[in-house]
């Protein structure tokens, strides 16, 4: 049974910082590039950060570039996210996600970035940014 556990969110003021940590089971995590996405209300979900399987490759949206730092820990199946100098517009409910297609691109392949891409989801964690 696939599962994606995220935990870390709450709430904090404009400036602090959060770490997410989404831990993964049911799957060949090391196989898997891993996605954070968010969605916030009355909006899509977008992209955050994805790391790819071997962790050599991150796409970052353009409004985080700098603030926010993907990890992953393939001995714990496990992927962070390290969110710095939050703005109240990072305000979402937080996703972990993850894609086993690109895998076979090889140890260079980035990761992909659309959610449709992605096969596995957790189930989301909030984040309030207060100003």
């Known amino acids: 049974q696939v599962k994606l556990v995220e935990s870390g969110g709450g709430m904090v003021q404009a400036g602090g910082s959060l770490r997410l940590s989404c831990e993964a089971s049911?799957?060949?995590?090391?196989?898997?590039?891993m996605g954070w996405f968010r969605q916030a209300a009355g909006k899509e979900r977008e992209l955050v950060v994805a790391?790819?399987?071997?962790?050599?490759?991150?796409i970052h949206a353009d409004s985080v570039k700098g603030r926010f730092t993907i990890s992953r820990d393939n001995a714990k199946n496990t992927v962070y996210l390290q969110m710095n100098s939050l703005k109240p517009e990072d305000t979402a409910v937080y996703y972990c996600a993850a894609e086993g297609a690109s895998w076979y691109f090889g140890p260079t392949a980035a990761p992909y970035t659309r959610p449709n891409q992605y096969e596995y989801w957790g189930q989301g964690t909030q984040v309030t940014v207060s100003s």
């Open positions: 790391i790819s399987h071997s962790g050599g490759s991150a």
């Open positions: 049911g799957f060949t995590f090391k196989e898997y590039a």
